[in-house]
């Protein structure tokens, strides 16, 4: 996972929020990609901890209300593994678009994140999605990678 929001953890109610506001980020382009799904159900499941009660994640498609998860998220810390999380499943299917972003900037001002910080982590995750192809030896490869991620 992203290495700055490792040591971040939500309670049961923040994980099933931050899963419906993904999947709310999937729906943007009205396609969920394989990728985005796959991405979102890992979310998702490494959020129940063997719990009894956690909801399934087809159960979960909802995804919910403009305002609904308003003052969910409490910390800091907490919307940035949200918003983080937003722009990697936008990014899932190679390709951040605008449609995208516009819906990523709304969850940020939704759960009270100011706007540069949505800057600041779009800049992070462009970083991070680099790093992971930085030891592929295809060099130009990696080079269009980054020209394409702005």
Known sequence: MFPLLENVSLDAGQSIAATRLLLRIAHVDGVRTAEEVALIRWFHDSGCDDRVDWPAFDSLQATGQTGEFAGIFVE????????????????????????????????????????????????????????????????GSVAVVARELG
């Open 76 to 139: 800091a810390a907490e919307r940035d593994l949200v918003i983080a999380t937003c722009l990697m499943v936008a990014y899932a299917d190679g390709a951040l678009t605008s449609d995208e972003l516009v819906a990523v900037r709304g969850v940020a001002e939704e759960i009270g994140m100011p706007p540069a910080r949505v800057d600041e982590l779009l800049a992070l995750v462009k970083d991070y999605i680099l790093s992971q192809l930085a030891s592929l030896p295809d060099a």
